[in-house]
């Protein structure tokens, strides 16, 4: 594992020094890499695709991606989440050409192949004519992928002997049922996910949203000036936590200045706060009371944020739980899938003001959503070169020498007190090290 290479000779071990905290690159820019991670990555662990309230009823489906390959995720006849690829056994063609939809089969458009939705091949065209009898139907199913849920979200693996699902998540367990089940119904997907391409490699997206509170006032200056943010205070992500859990999954929880008023629970509806008090453990109700803002990431590519924004003056605020998928497209190019999700029990009024809150602040028309592109897409570009691919270290130094301290945090994980941190931006990097020197095949 120590000795995997790139075909120059480089070790890619030798492209990180995390002790130190110095990462070439290379990472970012380089097309052998890419492979590696399609290969390493994508191929090999949980991938999430879907919210289970994006196919509610039998014969839903999705299009989606796990790294590079797009599958279909769709609810069969038994109530079971199926996820197959989407190109036919026969000659390749796309199955399904609809983003969404309600379907019992689907039915290859070059031939006419037709194939159940766990992707078991049940149609032939003139079967006897054109195939003759020796033809087993049972051997040409779709290629299928294993499907587990966890807190309304829907991963998959085309790795049969990827660890169950819940060991990959481990601590982020507590904090995914925090954010997506703390009422009986839990969260309901807003539409459909909004598609946009970004020519960024897709790991800064996850960079980012991991750990990265430090770009706040600097990125989003112009969201402080508009006093989007409830409190203008530039040391406000000194009040939370930075958290890292196992297998490079990491979030950052902040509140605001102790003499900061925040209403509780995000400020959902009344009704809502107590549907939270009876759903919640008191340890989970003490961490979600009184928080502004979550940003995290599922390893690898599943970012995550649970964003309280100030709407006009002496209007209730505006909150929501936005989830957005970093698709790659090669190491210059990004697919973004965006989500955003409110309590399935809330009030209309709550629903509407999250969605207006989250198309002004994130999603394609968001305003914080393009400070942030405009950033990972030019230095996608800056740091291709081959000067930059070969001299150029970024810095993951900040918080380096700080110790893990719980404090009064309920929640588990490696805990560090204030969200200025790249803790859970090394935790990400050891992780990527991990499965691209990992030669246990
Ligand atoms: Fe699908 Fe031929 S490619 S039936
Ligand atoms: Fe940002």
Redesign the pocket.
């Known amino acids: 594992g120590e000795d995997v290479c790139l075909s120059d000779g480089t070790k890619v071990k030798d492209l990180l020094d995390l002790d130190e905290g110095y990462i070439s690159s290379r990472v970012i820019g380089d097309p052998e890499i890419h492979q590696m991670e399609i290969e390493k990555i994508f191929s090999k662990i949980w991938i999430p695709v879907a919210h289970e309230s994006e196919i509610p009823n039998k014969g839903d489906y999705v299009l989606r991606f796990i790294g590079n390959e797009e599958v279909i995720v769709s609810r069969s006849e038994a109530g079971v989440v199926n996820i197959v690829l989407n190109a036919c056994t026969h000659r390749g063609s796309p199955v399904c050409r609809s983003e969404m939809g309600n379907s019992s089969h689907f039915r290859c458009p070059y031939h006419g192949f037709t194939f159940k939705q766990n992707g078991d091949l049940i149609g032939v065209p003139a079967h006897k004519e054109a195939f003759g009898d020796g033809f087993d139907k049972s051997q040409y199913s779709l290629v299928k992928a294993r499907a587990a849920t966890y807190a309304g979200l829907i991963f998959g693996t085309f790795n049969e002997s990827a660890p169950p699902l819940e060991e990959q998540l481990g601590s982020l367990k507590w904090y995914l049922d925090m954010m997506l089940q703390h009422t009986n119904e839990g969260m309901e997907v807003i539409g459909a996910p909004q598609r946009w391409t970004v020519k960024s490699n897709w790991k800064l997206g996850a960079d ?1 949203f991991v750990g ?1 509170a430090y ?2 006032f600097m ?2 200056q112009s969201a402080v000036q508009l006093k989007l943010v409830p409190s203008g205070d530039p040391k406000f992500a000194f009040y939370g936590v930075h958290v890292s859990c196992e297998n490079g999954n990491g979030l950052g929880l902040i509140g605001g200045p102790p003499e900061y008023e925040l209403p509780p629970f995000y400020g959902v509806p009344q009704d809502i706060v107590e549907k939270i008090e009876q759903k919640l453990t008191p340890e989970h109700q003490k961490a979600f009371r009184r928080l502004a803002y979550i940003h995290g990431n599922i390893y690898p590519n599943m970012s995550f944020g649970y964003f309280s924004w100030a709407t006009e003056d002496g209007k209730h605020p505006g909150s929501y739980l936005t989830l957005r998928q970093w698709v790659p497209k090669g190491p210059h190019e990004m697919e973004v899938f965006s989500w955003v999700l409110v309590e399935k029990e809330a009030p209309d009024w709550w629903k509407e003001l999250a969605r207006e809150t989250y198309v002004r602040t994130f999603g394609s028309s968001g305003m ?1 959503e393009q ?2 592109t405009e950033m990972w897409k030019n230095i996608t570009r800056a740091t291709k070169g081959y000067i930059a691919q070969s001299k150029l270290k970024f810095i993951y130094r900040m918080g380096i020498d700080r110790k893990p301290e719980q404090g009064d945090w309920p929640g588990p994980g490696t805990v560090y007190q204030g969200d200025y941190s790249e803790a859970n931006q090394l935790n990400i990097w050891h992780q990527w090290q991990k499965l691209l020197t990992d030669s246990n095949e």
Do not use: F, Q
């Open positions: 980012n990265d770009h706040t990125t989003h914080l400070d942030d």
